[in-house]
């Protein structure tokens, strides 16, 4: 019977991995689509029907690219950085809440916090082990950047862990059955999904992919194998990302066709975010993250404590 439990999780993660990695790749595609629609141009629309199968072109094109050995990086932490940021990107996945076969446990959040913390070293490594400028500077912006809304995210997050008093992810949806934290928290959410944004190197804050000014930044040195999973990474982080605004404030995890309705309406939303603002000054970042979210998520910290000392 152990056994059999373990093989059931096993391949419960793998079925989920494989979603998760299918899912990526029509992301890519949805991206390119919207983007050619707000670009007023045609998009992927020839290979299969309605271009279905771009994504997977795209993906043999690239795991099939010649990957470059540089002479004067440091090898082996140059080599691994993207297979660990890959893993790390996957591994997360699982605190999603399925009610059955996977890991499971109560101290989702914090998991997710350790996570993405170890996130940001992955970046370090990538940018540093190629010992060029470019790409040191990337992960210079890139560690500021990131660790700077990870303490507004987890502020944020502290809000919702002082109405529910508990580190469950499942514990979400019982609480938002009548209803929704986006309701209760607006100006919290709208603060929480551009920390997503900033957390995940997106548009209007993709600071350590500047093509303007570096040249594609941290990863540019990469290509190949080691370019895809880098790739790969971001986009599942986000997905994931995507996936807890629907867990934390649009009602938590039911296993229907509403959640991932929703799931997709995030992911739609860093696409349509990508194609409409231009990139944000970096000093303009930091002044946002350290004077404007930081006082509004502390103080919305308290008025959540005491309503909940009220409550009590």
């Known amino acids: 019977m152990m056994f059999l439990n373990i093989f059931n999780i096993i391949m419960g993660m793998l079925i989920l991995f494989i979603g998760v990695l299918i899912k990526v790749a029509f992301l890519t595609l949805l991206k390119r689509k919207v983007l050619g629609y707000i ?3 045609k998009g992927p629309n020839k290979l299969g029907m309605l271009g279905l199968l771009q994504p997977f072109s795209n993906g043999i094109k690239l795991f099939t690219k010649e990957q470059l050995y540089l002479n004067y990086s440091n090898y082996f932490y140059y080599y691994y950085s993207p297979i660990m ?9 699982l605190l999603i809440p399925y009610y059955f076969n996977l890991i499971f446990f109560n101290l989702g959040i914090l998991f997710m916090l350790c996570c993405m913390s170890v996130g940001v070293y992955v970046m370090l490594i990538a940018g540093w082990s190629s010992n060029s400028n470019y790409p040191m500077w990337g992960e210079l912006r890139a560690v500021a950047q990131t660790i700077s809304y990870e303490v507004s995210l987890a502020l944020i997050l502290c809000s919702i862990l002082i ?32 920390s997503m944004l900033a957390e995940t190197n997106r548009t209007p804050f993709d600071f350590a992919e500047g093509e303007s000014e570096l040249v594609s930044g941290f990863n540019i040195e990469y290509s190949g194998g080691g370019f895809t999973l880098i790739f790969l990474a971001e986009y599942s982080s986000i997905l994931f990302m995507s996936m807890m605004m629907v867990l934390l404030y649009m009602g938590g995890y039911k296993l229907n066709l509403l959640f991932y309705l929703k799931l997709s309406f995030f992911s739609f939303l860093f696409i349509w975010v990508r194609g409409t603002l231009p990139r944000y000054r970096y000093d303009k970042l930091m002044y946002l993250c350290w004077k404007v979210y930081l006082p509004i998520s502390l103080n919305m910290l308290l008025l959540y404590l005491g309503i909940k000392m009220f409550m009590i």
Do not use: A, E
């Open 163 to 194: 109405l529910i008093m508990d580190f469950n992810l499942i514990k979400l949806s019982i609480y938002q059955q009548n209803m929704w934290f986006m309701f209760m928290m607006f100006p919290l959410s709208l603060c929480m999904f551009s």
């Open 39 to 41: 670009q007023i141009q």
């Open 85 to 93: 940021g890959f893993f790390l990107s996957l591994m997360i996945w």
